[in-house]
């Protein structure tokens, strides 16, 4: 399971701190998310993660960490909270067009978020490293990891080694724990 790291967590309560850059790249997708689950358009969810990004930014200097209690869970309650506020005033049939939106109250997510997060996560941490890697070498990972194909089957289908693919696989996931370090705490 990937639980966010509590030296993370006390890094961000420096005003400034340059982690904040790397927290708004790889948790932005996840508030998002939320957000759509809430029945939101493209352009409401841009608004909310925005909304709730400003109460992050606001509230950590102050935060505290309980080793009891999720981190992800508070920022699921921020979102559903700041949500809430965005729909004061409205007219009360529009809201009410949200239609199978998820219950609002349910501010815990469950463990089907928890796999959703870490699918959004690692997924938003491949995307910042993908550059890094040659195309054959990202493609030999993407088909063995991601779509879980037989090494020898990729290596065959894309002209290369085995031990190119698994080479690529080995260095494709160290980045990625690399890029993730500090974020989560990996199992």
Same mark, same amino acid.
């Given at each position: 399971?990937?639980?966010?790291?509590?030296?993370?967590?006390?890094?961000?309560?420096?005003?400034?701190?340059?982690?904040?850059?790397?927290?708004?790249?790889?948790?932005? &997708?996840?508030?998002?998310?939320?957000?759509?689950?809430?029945?939101?358009? &493209?352009?409401?969810?841009?608004?909310?993660?925005?909304?709730?990004?400003?109460?992050?930014?606001?509230?950590? &200097?102050?935060?505290?960490?309980?080793?009891?209690?999720?981190?992800?869970?508070?920022?699921?309650?921020?979102?559903?909270?700041?949500?809430?506020?965005?729909?004061?005033?409205?007219?009360?049939?529009?809201?009410?067009?949200?239609?199978?939106?998820?219950? &609002?109250?349910?501010?815990?997510?469950?463990?089907?978020?928890?796999?959703?997060?870490?699918?959004?996560?690692?997924?938003?941490?491949?995307?910042?490293?993908?550059?890094?890697?040659?195309?054959?070498?990202?493609?030999?990972?993407?088909?063995?990891?991601?779509?879980? @194909?037989?090494?020898?089957?990729?290596?065959?289908?894309?002209?290369?080694?085995?031990?190119?693919?698994?080479?690529?696989?080995? @260095?494709?996931?160290? @980045?990625?724990?690399?890029?993730?370090?500090?974020?989560?705490?990996?199992?």
């Amino acid at each position: 399971m990937l639980d966010t790291s509590a030296t993370l967590l006390e890094r961000l309560k420096e005003p400034g701190s340059p982690e904040w850059s790397r927290f708004v790249a790889l948790y932005t &997708p996840l508030i998002y998310h939320r957000a759509k689950r809430l029945g939101l358009g &493209p352009d409401d969810a841009a608004d909310l993660v925005q909304e709730v990004l400003a109460v992050a930014v606001r509230r950590m &200097p102050t935060f505290e960490y309980r080793p009891t209690q999720s981190f992800r869970g508070w920022l699921h309650t921020v979102t559903c909270n700041q949500w809430r506020r965005s729909l004061r005033g409205r007219d009360p049939v529009a809201v009410g067009s949200l239609g199978d939106s998820e219950d &609002p109250r349910a501010d815990t997510p469950d463990a089907g978020e928890d796999r959703e997060h870490a699918r959004i996560l690692v997924g938003r941490g491949l995307d910042l490293i993908r550059g890094e890697f040659s195309v054959a070498a990202w493609q030999a990972f993407e088909a063995h990891v991601l779509h879980a @194909r037989p090494a020898g089957e990729v290596a065959a289908d894309l002209g290369l080694q085995l031990g190119t693919v698994y080479a690529a696989k080995s @260095r494709v996931l160290a @980045r990625l724990r690399v890029a993730l370090e500090g974020f989560v705490e990996l199992d």
